[in-house]
């Protein structure tokens, strides 16, 4: 079949190009290579912004380099897909608070933009948002302070939960309107779309920013010897995913006859705070890091665990990989690829 990746060479992007071509499938990257969190980061050599491009087209992944703002160049690409799964994004909390006009062009006018392709070809899509469209307030002020990490009862988090609680940013407006726009998508024209509500994701391909990507983001830091950075007390606790699982995740949907919006994650099993996944990565690598500590960020959710239990009725789907075995295969994937990092060590 025809998958169109759009964010084709971002972290989850690359992730589900490799996967969907491994199983023989035609696929095509759709990326513009802004790739945001390059602006922030500065362990990044400039070489590694061609990074994942490279390693798909490698692989025989068609790499477009176009922008899912631009309409009539995504309908071009997206003539005759099967299946589209929709990554492309600006993500980060930080960036959509700076600049709200490309958090709305790129996260709401170009997920609609995505959603108009799959209907004009009847294309089965899934869009990516954000565990973040619950908002910080009501689940921040359920929570009790552990020594390592925040708890709460009940421990997770299903998508009847109240929705954006509290003070919103920009990145909530345009992460729920595009959940809005693939249930309107669902229920006016019976298109197979669904919409993952993801929390923490990690994995290889993955650059990860202070903000978007924190697992990925610690663990380099670590290995080149750079400071590690917590806003807040580091008792944020998050079910990670491994990128594998938001891929079988992504299969599982595409075959089943499901639509709508589904919270993902790797539930109780998954649980770990930034605390404890720093301490994991310092164990692994036989390495320790400095810490900082600065002020929590505006809009931060302290904790998310999913309950992913309604795409396991419809799916049968479960992730399968722990936090220690996945933050091992990225520590792996990193010190593979140590030369795209500027070393301090
Ligand atoms: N990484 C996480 O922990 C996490 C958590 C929750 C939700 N999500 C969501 O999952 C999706 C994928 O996240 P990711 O971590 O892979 O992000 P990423 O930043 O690694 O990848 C996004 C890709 O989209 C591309 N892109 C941005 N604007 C574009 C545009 N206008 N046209 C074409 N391409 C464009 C970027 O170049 C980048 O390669 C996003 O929707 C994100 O909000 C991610």
Same mark, same amino acid.
């Given at each position: 079949m025809k998958v169109v990746v759009t964010g084709g060479c971002g972290f989850l992007g690359t992730n589900a190009c490799l996967y969907f071509k491994d199983k023989g499938d035609d696929v095509v990257a759709y990326d513009n290579l802004s790739k945001h969190e390059f602006s922030r980061n500065p362990y990044m050599k400039p070489e590694a912004r061609e990074y994942n491009k490279t390693v798909l087209e490698r692989k025989g992944v068609k790499v477009a380099v176009e922008d899912i703002r631009d309409r009539k160049t995504l309908m071009q690409y997206c003539k005759g897909a099967d299946y589209i799964i929709h990554t492309a994004a600006q993500p980060a909390m930080t960036i959509a608070i700076e600049d709200p006009l490309l958090d709305f062009t790129t996260n709401t006018e170009g997920t609609f933009n995505v959603l108009e392709a799959a209907r004009k070809n009847d294309s089965c899509i899934v869009t990516c948002s954000s565990i973040?469209? @619950? $908002?910080p307030e009501k689940i921040n002020s359920s929570l009790v302070e552990e020594d390592t990490r925040y708890s709460r009862e009940p421990v997770t988090i299903d998508e009847d939960e109240d929705l954006l609680c509290g003070v919103i940013t920009p990145l909530h407006a345009s992460k729920r309107c595009g959940e809005i726009y693939t249930q309107s998508y669902v229920d006016s @024209? $019976?298109?197979k779309a669904g919409c993952f509500r993801l929390t923490g994701i990690y994995g290889p391909y993955q650059f990860g920013g202070e903000d978007h990507g924190w697992v990925a983001n610690f663990s380099i830091r670590n290995i080149i010897g750079l400071p590690i950075t917590i806003f807040g007390n580091g008792k944020q606790l998050r079910d990670i995913l491994f990128s594998s699982d938001v891929c079988s995740a992504f299969d599982a949907f595409y075959n089943s006859h499901t639509q709508g919006i589904f919270t993902i994650g790797g539930g109780e099993e998954c649980m770990i705070s930034l605390l404890e996944c720093i301490d994991h990565i310092f164990k692994i690598t036989s390495r320790k890091t400095d810490v900082i500590y600065t002020e929590e960020r505006f809009g931060d959710l302290r904790y998310f665990a999913s309950d992913y239990r309604k795409f396991n009725r419809e799916t049968g789907w479960k992730p399968k990989v722990t936090p220690p075995e996945g933050i091992s295969k990225l520590i792996n994937w990193i010190k593979e690829n140590e030369s795209l990092f500027i070393k301090t060590v």
């Open positions: 973040h469209t @619950y $908002g @024209y $019976g298109l």
